[in-house]
C-alpha cells in the first residue's frame, strides 16, 4: 500500500473496514471479536459518549505538546499498544513489525505473552519501551523462568493480566471453528480465496507459526502443542500471595491489567505494584463486566496519583483519550486498532493508526485551549444526562 493510500484511511474505524476486507472473516473476527453477547465490547466504546467535553479556547493554544513521562522514559503521545496476541496472524512478523511502528511513533509497545515471536526475537528490533506480558501459571517455575528473560531481553517493564485465568466464550471464534490448529468448514475455506493478498503474504510465515515464548530450550512443539499447554497452564487459583511473590522476583516497573474495582487498585499498590491497568480485555472475557471508561474515574481517585493510572477498552478516537486523561488516566493502550492496523499494511498500517490517535489528541486539545497534557483535567468533562 503506497503512503499517498494509506494517508485517505483518516480515522480508525476506516482502518478497521479496510482490515475487513483484506483478512479472511475467521482471522478479521478473531481479532474483532469478544465474549457471548459483545456487551462489554459495545459498551466500551459508548461509554465514552457518557461524557462530554467543555471547550475553553480563548485561554491559547496555538501550539500543543502531546508528550508525557511514565516511569522516566518520555512518550511522544499518550498512547501505547498493549499486548495482543497472535499478531504475526495478520501480517507476517507482525509482533516485530508493530514494535517497529511503536519505535518510529516514540511510544511504548507491549509484547504479548502468545506472540509468534519469542520476546528475545522481539528484542533485536530494539524498540524501547518495550514491556512484557505475563500470567501466573500454575507452574510458578514457569513464571519465574518468563520474568528471567524478559530480564535478560532487557524488557523494560512486566505486566501481570489477571483476568484471563479461565478462557472467555467468545462466540464469533465458536462459530468460524477458529480453533489452534482452525478447524474451518469448507465455506470458510472458500471465503479466504477472495483474501488472496492475504494468502500470498501469509505463505511462508503460516508454515512454521508457533507460540515461542512457550516452547522449552532444544524442544520442537508445534502450533497445536503449545496452544494446549498455554491453556492448561493457566492458574483460577491466583491470589494476591502471587502478586508478592511475583514483586519479589521482577525489580523493574511492575503493572497490574485487569483491575476494575477501586480496592483492588489500592491492595496492588500497598504490595508495591508499580501501575494500574484499568481493562476488561476488551470485553472478550465477562461479558456484562463494567466498561472499563465507566470504571476509571473511581480507580483514579482511589489510587490519588500514587501510580500511573492506563486504560483500554473502546479507545477508537483521540476525543476518547482526552476523555481518559480528564478522568483520571496516565496514558491509554489499544489493542484492536493495532491489529487493524498491521493486517492493512504492516509497520506502515500501524504507524498510521498511531498517527490517527496524535492528530485527532493534537486537535481535541488545540479546540478545548489546553497546550499540554498536564492541562486535561476533570473540569474537561461533564457527564451527559440520560432520558
Given at each position: 500500500?503506497?503512503?499517498?493510500?494509506?494517508?485517505?484511511?483518516?480515522?480508525?474505524?476506516?482502518?478497521?473496514?479496510?482490515?475487513?476486507?483484506?483478512?479472511p472473516q475467521p482471522i478479521f473476527d478473531f481479532a474483532d471479536g469478544a465474549a457471548e453477547d459483545e456487551k462489554t465490547l459495545r459498551q466500551n466504546e459508548s461509554a465514552f459518549d457518557g461524557f462530554s467535553m467543555i471547550p475553553r479556547p480563548l485561554r491559547g493554544a496555538a501550539s500543543r505538546d502531546l508528550s508525557?513521562?511514565?516511569?522516566?522514559?518520555?512518550?511522544?503521545?499518550?498512547?501505547?499498544?498493549?499486548?495482543?496476541?497472535?499478531?504475526?496472524?495478520?501480517?507476517?512478523?507482525?509482533?516485530?513489525?508493530?514494535?517497529?511502528?511503536?519505535?518510529?511513533?516514540?511510544?511504548?509497545?507491549?509484547?504479548?505473552h502468545g506472540s509468534t515471536c519469542t520476546m528475545e526475537e522481539l528484542a533485536t528490533t530494539s524498540a524501547s519501551p518495550r514491556w512484557m506480558q505475563v500470567f501466573i501459571y500454575k507452574d510458578r517455575q514457569f513464571t519465574e523462568e518468563f520474568c528471567r528473560r524478559a530480564e535478560a531481553a532487557n524488557f523494560d517493564a512486566l505486566i501481570l493480566t489477571i483476568d484471563n485465568q479461565i478462557p472467555g466464550k467468545r462466540e464469533r471464534d465458536l462459530k468460524n471453528g477458529f480453533t489452534i490448529p482452525p478447524t474451518f468448514d469448507w465455506q470458510a475455506y472458500l471465503g479466504m480465496i477472495s483474501r488472496y493478498r492475504w494468502i500470498w503474504r501469509m505463505r511462508h510465515a503460516l508454515k512454521g507459526m508457533t507460540f515461542g515464548n512457550y516452547q522449552r530450550p532444544n524442544e520442537t512443539a508445534d502450533l497445536s502443542t503449545l496452544a494446549a499447554r498455554m491453556g492448561e497452564m493457566?492458574?483460577?487459583?491466583?491470589?494476591?500471595?502471587?502478586?508478592?511473590w511475583l514483586r519479589r522476583i521482577w525489580k523493574k516497573p511492575l503493572l497490574i491489567k485487569g483491575i476494575l474495582h477501586p480496592e483492588d487498585a489500592a491492595k496492588a499498590i500497598d504490595l508495591g505494584v508499580d501501575g494500574i491497568i484499568v481493562s476488561n480485555h476488551g470485553g472478550r472475557q465477562l461479558d456484562g463486566a463494567i466498561a472499563t471508561a465507566n470504571a476509571l474515574g473511581a480507580i483514579a481517585d482511589q489510587v490519588k496519583g500514587q501510580v500511573p493510572v492506563l486504560i483500554d477498552g473502546g479507545i477508537r478516537r483521540g476525543t476518547d483519550v482526552v476523555k481518559a486523561l480528564a478522568l483520571g488516566a496516565t496514558a491509554c493502550l489499544?489493542?484492536?486498532?493495532?491489529?487493524?492496523?498491521?493486517?492493512?499494511?504492516?509497520?506502515?498500517g500501524v504507524e498510521r493508526v498511531l498517527e490517527i490517535y496524535a492528530q485527532e489528541i493534537d486537535m481535541a486539545m488545540g479546540l478545548c485551549g489546553l497546550s499540554r497534557i498536564s492541562?486535561?483535567?476533570?473540569?474537561?468533562?461533564?457527564?451527559?444526562?440520560?432520558?
Open positions: 500500500m503506497t503512503p499517498e493510500t494509506l494517508k485517505k484511511i483518516y480515522s480508525i474505524q476506516t482502518m478497521r473496514q479496510r482490515a475487513r476486507r483484506e483478512l508525557i513521562t511514565l516511569f522516566g522514559d518520555t512518550l511522544a503521545l499518550p498512547v501505547l499498544v498493549g499486548p495482543t496476541g497472535l499478531s504475526g496472524l495478520f501480517w507476517p512478523d507482525g509482533e516485530r513489525q508493530t514494535a517497529l511502528a511503536a519505535k518510529a511513533a516514540g511510544t511504548v509497545f507491549c509484547l504479548s493457566l492458574d483460577p487459583a491466583m491470589n494476591w500471595d502471587d502478586v508478592k489499544i489493542g484492536r486498532p493495532q491489529l487493524w492496523g498491521v493486517a492493512v499494511a504492516g509497520q506502515a492541562e486535561i483535567s476533570k473540569d474537561l468533562l461533564i457527564r451527559r444526562s440520560v432520558r
